[in-house]
């Protein structure tokens, strides 16, 4: 469904993407790993056109879009087909959790206003925060902030969610709610891209992983095959280089909100 | 209304340029005096003791609201008759410049106690206790650590401030002082209310010159100061 | 001490009081949607218009209130005048025009300056990833400006809109340089006869404190209702 050939992005001198290529099938969660620097933030915002790069294709479907001479037609076009789940959330600040969910129905999908909110509802709805819809950003704790920010973009229902790093601002308490949300949105066969530092999510719900160092892709593999059995060196070390309490640690809270979910579910 | 002068133009420049010390005096002895009174109010805005944080409230929500020409006559009516029916001390001969001074002074003050207190408060208190355990006294962690800070914070909107007071000192010649705009005003009786147009616009040149002076020093001054407390500077935009 | 004059010239400043009212706040309206035309123009550095209000901010920033007045009263009639009638033949009475319209005028002038500065800061000031996240779902950039950006923005201008207002209400004390008959003309004509003018212009300084306290808790009221949702604070999470 996504294919992208050599990405490529660099900041004055310094060469941040030096030629990705990836591939994306439709239904597929795709995880993206990789030490802090290595670019993966890059190029999940460079598939927005947040930051564009510089050279490279995006195949998507039967769009095909040269990035070097991308129009703004096509880059709309784009974006129809994504959603896209930031760090800091980007909530706007100014619209209650519901009006920041309906704001892309109804602007920007064209929905009428009473369908929108119907819309707009089920998606808080679906991330538990129905109880919330008339709360404004700031009255927000961090993860159900996040949730918002995922209910809004899933809401305009697109062909691909990307995530980046959803749960890298949040208070460690807080994130497993926040992944408890994107794994039921994974086993709803959603496609997605996250980029994430949370090992023990990405093993359990991603069906491919990708291990990005220097902005290159260096290994990609399915979770099990790329957490048991990583054949780089730079995986290697990586992986051995985060050390087994935090991927414990954080397994044991992913479990116990897999528990709590089903319970309110 | 005569034709437009080019030429005109150029000869109020040595017309007004003359008087330029008179209105540089007034800046200067406005900004020193504003600013020592705005450093005290400002004190005393943060002060422990209620009475004094209430009257130097009141001293710079009253001034806020006091139009500076109108400050400026009261001044220079009244304060020569309550000085004469309190203390029976005659003014009536000072020149007019001092009550120009007394005027902005007063009115900048309340600004700058504002600019001061702001600068100080947004220095983290943290900085305090770390100079206060590492054995300086309070006297101290205040002069060598707090200050320097408060200073760099205080800058833009310390600068604004004296803009805006350079400005208002142009109203300086309503009550008969000559400074620049006085001999510029002078020139248009001269002329029979002619050429105004052109005199207005040289003043104004100079005018904008000064501001331009004043806000080029100002960040070549920011930038010397440290670039670390940049990002805590705010500037108040308005300087109508 | 005439304390008869000064409260007889107090009710009729008090009288005065709309003149005054109007001026600043016809001003300050007419300056709000002009400053944040001019605050985009300097943010987008929209080709030949961008220099042009940088220059016009700067003049008008630069210019000391009373020479703009003498500036634009001395020369703008007979400019109209020349303009309309003698080349245009229109034959309208420019010198009969109230002098407050011009009195707005220049106000609104002095205020769109500014205000073009303070939406400025206060655009630059919300957070970019607000524009980053409208653009994901679908907001066309001026749907984006608008809907998002402009009322966050008025939020946080809040407290320098007030100073403004402040500052042209404090402005319009020259109105009587353009024989507009304002709080200050009015005073200073009724002193003119008896020579009393400490009493008016006391009169003058309390009647405008009113006004200004009144404006100051107004914005500060006004400031509160806005920011009740914190609206400002929302990044603090993530930051």
Redesign the interface.
Known sequence: MLKVKNFRKKYQQHEVLKGIDIEVDKGDVVALLGPSGSGKTTFLRGL?F?TPGDSGHIEFDDQKIDIQTATSEEIKQL??K???V??????????TALENVE??LV???HIPKAQAKQKAQEALKKVGLLDFQNQ????L??GQ?QRVGIA??AA?NPEIILLDEPTS??DPELVADVLQVIKQLADEGKTMIVVTHEMAFARDVADKVIFMDKGLVVEQNKPIEFFDHPKSPRLKEFLSRISAATVAHNGFEYEKATIIGNKES | MPPFSFKFLVSVFGEVLPYFPVTLLIIVTSTIFSTLLGVLIARGQLSQSSVWRTLSQGYVFVLRSTPPIVLLFLIFYGLPKLLLLTLNININDWQKSIFVVIALSLLFASNLAEVFKSAYLSVDGGQREAALMVGLSEWQAFYRVTLPQTIVVALPNFANTIAALIKDAALAYVIGLVDMMGAGDNLISRNFGHHSLETYLALAIIYWIIFVVVEQGTKYLEKRLGKSRAIASNPVEVTA | MNISFLIHTFWLAIKAIPMTLLITGASVLIGLPLGFLLAWIKIKKIKILYPLTIIYTSLMRATPMVLLILLFYSTLPSLLNVILNRHLHLEIKIFDVNPAIYAIAVFALIAVANLSEVFRSAILTV?P??Q????????SPL?TYY??IV??AL?SAIPNIGNLTLNILKGTSLAFMMTVQEVTAVAKTAAAYTYDYTEAYIDIFIVYFILGAILQLGFKFLERYLSR???????????
């Open positions: 927005a947040l974006r129809q994504m959603g896209f930031f760090q800091n959330f980007n909530l706007f600040a100014n619209k704001e892309g602007i920007g999908r404004y950003p700031s009255q704790s961090g902030a809004r973009a305009l601002a949040l | 957070d990833g607000q980053e996240a409208a653009v994901m779902v679908g907001l749907q809907r998002i009322p966050q939020v949702h914190k609206v400002r604070g929302t990044a603090r999470q993530g930051a």
